[in-house]
Protein backbone atom coordinates (compact mmCIF):
# COMPACT_ATOMS: atom_id res chain seq x y z
CA UNK A 1 0.00 0.00 0.00
CA UNK A 2 1.19 3.16 -1.06
CA UNK A 3 1.55 5.49 1.81
CA UNK A 4 0.93 9.50 1.67
CA UNK A 5 2.76 11.69 3.64
CA UNK A 6 1.44 15.36 4.04
CA UNK A 7 3.26 18.27 5.78
CA UNK A 8 2.91 20.35 7.80
CA UNK A 9 -0.02 18.81 10.19
CA UNK A 10 -1.19 22.56 10.71
CA UNK A 11 -0.32 25.45 8.43
CA UNK A 12 -1.43 28.94 11.09
CA UNK A 13 -1.51 31.48 8.11
CA UNK A 14 -3.54 34.99 7.84
CA UNK A 15 -5.65 35.70 5.24
CA UNK A 16 -4.01 37.00 1.80
CA UNK A 17 -0.46 34.93 3.21
CA UNK A 18 0.64 31.92 0.13
CA UNK A 19 -0.25 28.48 1.23
CA UNK A 20 1.99 25.71 -0.02
CA UNK A 21 1.36 22.07 1.31
CA UNK A 22 3.07 18.73 0.84
CA UNK A 23 2.21 15.36 0.03
CA UNK A 24 5.08 12.73 -0.94
CA UNK A 25 4.27 9.22 -1.50
CA UNK A 26 6.26 5.90 -0.55
CA UNK A 27 6.75 5.26 -4.11
CA UNK A 28 5.82 7.02 -7.33
CA UNK A 29 2.39 7.71 -8.24
CA UNK A 30 3.13 9.43 -11.43
CA UNK A 31 0.74 12.00 -11.63
CA UNK A 32 -1.88 10.36 -10.37
CA UNK A 33 -2.51 12.38 -7.28
CA UNK A 34 -6.03 14.34 -6.26
CA UNK A 35 -6.32 17.15 -3.41
CA UNK A 36 -9.30 17.55 -1.99
CA UNK A 37 -10.60 19.97 0.78
CA UNK A 38 -12.61 19.63 3.69
CA UNK A 39 -14.60 22.40 5.80
CA UNK A 40 -16.22 20.63 9.36
CA UNK A 41 -19.50 19.44 9.12
CA UNK A 42 -19.04 18.62 5.32
CA UNK A 43 -18.21 16.71 2.54
CA UNK A 44 -14.57 16.73 0.86
CA UNK A 45 -14.56 18.98 -2.44
CA UNK A 46 -12.59 17.90 -5.10
CA UNK A 47 -10.08 21.00 -5.93
CA UNK A 48 -7.03 19.09 -8.28
CA UNK A 49 -6.69 15.94 -9.88
CA UNK A 50 -3.68 14.39 -11.65
CA UNK A 51 -1.28 16.71 -9.95
CA UNK A 52 -1.86 20.18 -11.68
CA UNK A 53 -5.41 20.17 -13.12
CA UNK A 54 -8.18 22.46 -11.24
CA UNK A 55 -11.92 20.74 -11.24
CA UNK A 56 -14.53 22.50 -12.57
CA UNK A 57 -15.58 26.01 -10.44
CA UNK A 58 -12.31 25.61 -8.17
CA UNK A 59 -10.63 29.47 -8.19
CA UNK A 60 -7.41 30.07 -9.90
CA UNK A 61 -5.44 30.97 -6.76
CA UNK A 62 -5.53 27.25 -6.20
CA UNK A 63 -2.60 25.58 -7.84
CA UNK A 64 -1.05 22.07 -7.94
CA UNK A 65 2.63 20.71 -8.92
CA UNK A 66 4.93 17.98 -9.01
CA UNK A 67 4.97 14.32 -10.15
CA UNK A 68 6.54 10.99 -8.83
CA UNK A 69 6.67 11.00 -5.17
CA UNK A 70 6.76 15.01 -4.20
CA UNK A 71 3.43 17.06 -4.78
CA UNK A 72 2.28 20.46 -3.61
CA UNK A 73 -0.95 22.38 -3.38
CA UNK A 74 -0.37 25.99 -3.17
CA UNK A 75 -3.61 28.79 -2.31
CA UNK A 76 -1.62 31.75 -3.97
CA UNK A 77 -3.64 34.40 -1.60
CA UNK A 78 -5.88 32.52 1.18
CA UNK A 79 -9.67 33.36 1.11
CA UNK A 80 -11.56 33.09 4.92
CA UNK A 81 -13.35 30.41 2.90
CA UNK A 82 -9.89 28.68 2.55
CA UNK A 83 -9.17 27.57 5.96
CA UNK A 84 -10.25 23.97 6.13
CA UNK A 85 -8.60 20.77 5.83
CA UNK A 86 -6.78 19.66 2.50
CA UNK A 87 -6.05 16.32 1.98
CA UNK A 88 -3.90 14.11 -0.93
CA UNK A 89 -5.20 10.78 -2.67
CA UNK A 90 -3.03 8.77 -4.70
CA UNK A 91 -4.99 6.66 -7.43
CA UNK A 92 -1.72 5.01 -8.72
CA UNK A 93 -2.17 1.80 -7.36
CA UNK A 94 -4.68 -0.33 -5.62
CA UNK A 95 -6.23 0.13 -3.03
CA UNK A 96 -5.98 3.76 -3.26
CA UNK A 97 -4.96 5.68 -0.27
CA UNK A 98 -5.21 9.36 1.41
CA UNK A 99 -2.95 11.48 2.94
CA UNK A 100 -3.47 12.37 6.75
CA UNK A 101 -4.50 15.85 6.04
CA UNK A 102 -3.20 19.47 6.27
CA UNK A 103 -5.14 21.81 8.22
CA UNK A 104 -5.19 25.70 7.57
CA UNK A 105 -6.09 27.21 10.80
CA UNK A 106 -6.11 31.15 10.78
CA UNK A 107 -3.48 32.67 12.63
CA UNK B 1 -28.58 19.51 -9.83
CA UNK B 2 -26.59 15.98 -8.87
CA UNK B 3 -27.54 14.92 -5.71
CA UNK B 4 -26.87 11.26 -3.55
CA UNK B 5 -28.17 10.26 -0.53
CA UNK B 6 -26.78 7.96 1.50
CA UNK B 7 -29.27 5.59 4.15
CA UNK B 8 -28.90 2.65 5.89
CA UNK B 9 -26.47 4.41 8.87
CA UNK B 10 -26.99 3.12 12.60
CA UNK B 11 -26.08 1.67 15.63
CA UNK B 12 -25.29 -2.83 14.92
CA UNK B 13 -23.35 -4.47 17.54
CA UNK B 14 -19.87 -5.71 17.10
CA UNK B 15 -19.94 -8.59 14.29
CA UNK B 16 -23.14 -7.76 12.88
CA UNK B 17 -24.16 -6.45 9.39
CA UNK B 18 -25.47 -3.34 8.07
CA UNK B 19 -26.21 -2.42 4.20
CA UNK B 20 -25.82 1.25 3.15
CA UNK B 21 -27.44 2.70 0.16
CA UNK B 22 -27.26 5.73 -2.09
CA UNK B 23 -29.57 7.03 -4.49
CA UNK B 24 -28.62 8.99 -6.98
CA UNK B 25 -30.22 11.58 -9.39
CA UNK B 26 -29.38 14.33 -11.66
CA UNK B 27 -26.98 12.11 -13.59
CA UNK B 28 -27.02 9.51 -15.91
CA UNK B 29 -26.03 7.29 -12.92
CA UNK B 30 -25.05 4.04 -15.44
CA UNK B 31 -22.46 6.22 -17.13
CA UNK B 32 -19.99 6.93 -13.77
CA UNK B 33 -18.02 4.68 -11.48
CA UNK B 34 -18.70 5.15 -7.31
CA UNK B 35 -16.80 4.70 -4.41
CA UNK B 36 -17.47 4.76 -0.62
CA UNK B 37 -15.07 6.90 1.25
CA UNK B 38 -15.49 6.86 5.13
CA UNK B 39 -14.21 9.00 8.05
CA UNK B 40 -14.26 7.72 11.68
CA UNK B 41 -14.91 10.53 13.94
CA UNK B 42 -12.87 13.21 14.31
CA UNK B 43 -10.39 11.18 12.00
CA UNK B 44 -9.23 11.54 8.35
CA UNK B 45 -10.77 10.40 4.84
CA UNK B 46 -9.98 6.29 3.95
CA UNK B 47 -11.94 5.35 0.96
CA UNK B 48 -13.31 2.20 1.39
CA UNK B 49 -14.23 0.28 -2.27
CA UNK B 50 -14.93 1.32 -5.87
CA UNK B 51 -17.40 -0.09 -8.47
CA UNK B 52 -17.34 0.75 -12.31
CA UNK B 53 -20.49 1.96 -14.46
CA UNK B 54 -21.47 -1.44 -15.10
CA UNK B 55 -20.70 -2.83 -11.61
CA UNK B 56 -18.14 -5.89 -13.35
CA UNK B 57 -15.33 -4.59 -11.52
CA UNK B 58 -14.75 -3.69 -7.76
CA UNK B 59 -12.11 -2.56 -5.57
CA UNK B 60 -11.27 -2.46 -1.66
CA UNK B 61 -9.18 -1.21 0.95
CA UNK B 62 -7.44 -4.18 2.64
CA UNK B 63 -9.10 -2.66 5.76
CA UNK B 64 -12.46 -3.84 4.35
CA UNK B 65 -11.58 -6.28 1.94
CA UNK B 66 -13.95 -10.04 2.32
CA UNK B 67 -16.43 -8.28 4.44
CA UNK B 68 -17.81 -5.37 2.80
CA UNK B 69 -19.29 -5.36 -1.06
CA UNK B 70 -20.18 -2.28 -3.14
CA UNK B 71 -22.43 -3.05 -5.40
CA UNK B 72 -24.89 -0.99 -7.88
CA UNK B 73 -28.34 -1.41 -9.53
CA UNK B 74 -28.11 1.23 -12.59
CA UNK B 75 -31.81 -0.06 -13.42
CA UNK B 76 -32.67 2.43 -9.64
CA UNK B 77 -29.60 4.77 -9.90
CA UNK B 78 -28.51 3.29 -6.80
CA UNK B 79 -25.65 2.41 -5.20
CA UNK B 80 -24.84 -0.21 -2.06
CA UNK B 81 -22.62 -1.10 0.55
CA UNK B 82 -23.36 -4.31 2.20
CA UNK B 83 -21.11 -4.58 5.49
CA UNK B 84 -20.60 -8.09 7.33
CA UNK B 85 -18.69 -8.91 10.34
CA UNK B 86 -18.44 -5.22 11.43
CA UNK B 87 -16.02 -3.94 14.04
CA UNK B 88 -15.91 -0.88 16.32
CA UNK B 89 -12.86 0.58 14.05
CA UNK B 90 -15.47 0.36 11.24
CA UNK B 91 -17.43 3.33 13.29
CA UNK B 92 -17.52 6.04 10.69
CA UNK B 93 -19.28 8.47 8.77
CA UNK B 94 -19.74 7.09 5.37
CA UNK B 95 -19.53 8.95 2.24
CA UNK B 96 -20.86 8.00 -1.15
CA UNK B 97 -19.08 9.26 -3.96
CA UNK B 98 -19.32 9.98 -7.72
CA UNK B 99 -16.37 9.73 -9.98
CA UNK B 100 -16.03 12.32 -12.35
CA UNK B 101 -14.63 10.20 -15.05
CA UNK B 102 -13.97 6.01 -15.34
CA UNK B 103 -12.24 4.68 -12.16
CA UNK B 104 -10.09 7.58 -11.09
CA UNK B 105 -10.30 8.82 -7.71
CA UNK B 106 -11.69 12.17 -8.97
CA UNK B 107 -14.74 12.55 -6.84
CA UNK B 108 -16.59 15.33 -8.09
CA UNK B 109 -19.69 14.80 -6.46
CA UNK B 110 -20.25 13.44 -2.60
CA UNK B 111 -23.40 12.38 -0.69
CA UNK B 112 -24.13 14.25 2.69
CA UNK B 113 -22.85 10.97 4.77
CA UNK B 114 -24.17 7.97 6.35
CA UNK B 115 -23.25 7.06 9.99
CA UNK B 116 -22.62 4.39 10.92
CA UNK B 117 -21.50 2.72 14.50
CA UNK B 118 -20.33 -0.17 15.98
CA UNK B 119 -20.62 -0.79 19.53
CA UNK B 120 -22.33 -2.89 21.95
Partial sequence: ?107 | EVQLLESGGGLVQPGGSLRLSCAASGFTFSSYAMSWVRQAPGKGLEWVSAINNGGGSTYYADSVNGRFTISRDNSKNTLYLQMNSLRAEDTAVYYCAKDRIAVAATFDYWGQGALVTVSS
Fill in chain 1, 1 to 107: EIVLTQSPATLSLSPGERATLSCRASQSVSSFLAWYQQKLGQAPRLLIYDASNRATGIPARFSGSGSGTDFTLTISSLEPEDFAVYYCLQRSNWPWTFGQGTKVEIK
